[in-house]
């Protein structure tokens, strides 16, 4: 199995940006694809952004996409997710998940392996 980590969230005014990484141990962090969802309060988890094996494929949620930008570095056993012109719409918990299917998924259910979440909190 594989041990996932997140880091990088924080307090930032809206139209700000934030990175959030996600360091990975135990088996080789290139058999998964990767992805990011959020959680805010009194609403489901929800998918943000994925990113295939390679990183030659990723996938956005439409709330996110021209905002966010997903990638990872296998070197590194890490996966990002670069936050731009957030809004307080983007205000949740961030989790990491690894998936080992054979393609990118969306539903929260496909993901075997999660992080413990990283704050995100936009101020108007």
Partial sequence: QVQLVESGGGLVQAGGSLRLSCAASGRTF???IMGW???APGKEREFVSAISR???STN???SVKGRFTIARDNAKNT????MN???PEDTAVYYCAADEG???RTMTKAYEYWGQGTQVSVSS
């Fill in 85 to 87: 012109s957030l809004n």
């Fill in 54 to 56: 390679s990183g030659g």
């Fill in 102 to 104: 054979p393609f990118i």
């Fill in 30 to 32: 290139s058999n998964y």
């Fill in 37 to 39: 969802f959020r959680q």
């Fill in 79 to 82: 996966v990002y997710l670069q």
């Fill in 60 to 62: 956005y949620a439409d």
